[in-house]
């Protein structure tokens, strides 16, 4: 039975851009980048040394990239409401790689991050999705076990990670499948 329903920020409750931008690197620079986002994520680079690798890989000034980062995201308002309908029947997490603060300090609101009973971000947990340790932070602090949580994120590889682990998951595409799909576990 689920009792705790986690999310994904970016790709899940944003539209995130980043990818866009790996994706139109060329093919030998897009793992390397990929590779540096993740370390910056953990928190093992700050955001001056993660722009100079970055520029030294792409060309691209540290402004650009950082503007890339921390560009204005359109919230998805419809999950945002259906994450309040939720909140009232489970617990209600967020895991997100990220390398600062920005969720909280810019990105919801007051009253959006009441609805999250935990948020559990890279940076500060010095772990990254997909790895199995940073779903099992988010059970601890939700107070349920792995069995009784469901992981929702926009990348198959870190679904396999809340899987492996034993949580449900789904991945992410669109609210209407998303919605589907949830409403099938939570009626088990």
Same mark, same amino acid.
Request: aromatic share 10%; net charge negative.
């Given at each position: ?107 919801? $609101? $007051? ?55 034993? *949580? ?7 609210? $209407?499948? *998303? ?10």
């Amino acid at each position: 039975m689920i009792r705790a329903i986690i999310f994904d920020c970016f790709g899940v409750l944003t539209v995130d851009v980043w990818p866009e931008f790996v994706a139109s690197l060329p093919l030998e620079q897009q793992a390397e980048a990929s590779a540096l986002n993740r370390v910056y994520d953990a928190g093992h680079l700050s955001r001056d040394e993660f722009g100079r690798a970055m520029q030294d890989l792409t060309g691209k000034q540290p402004r650009y990239v950082e503007d890339l980062l921390s560009n204005e995201l359109h919230k998805n308002a419809d999950l945002l409401a259906l994450i309040k309908e939720l909140k009232s029947a489970y617990k209600i997490g967020l895991i997100s790689n990220i390398g600062t603060n920005w969720v909280l300090e810019h990105f919801l $609101t $007051t009253e959006e991050q009441a609805l999250f009973d935990t948020f559990v971000f890279s940076f500060e947990a010095g772990l990254v999705k997909p790895d199995e340790r940073i779903y099992r932070l988010a059970s601890e602090r939700l107070g349920e076990p792995l069995s009784a949580c469901v992981m929702i994120d926009d990348f198959e590889r870190n679904c396999q990670g809340a899987t492996d682990c034993g *949580m449900q998951a789904i991945v992410y595409q669109n609210l $209407t499948q *998303m919605r589907s799909e949830l409403n099938k576990l939570l009626s088990l």
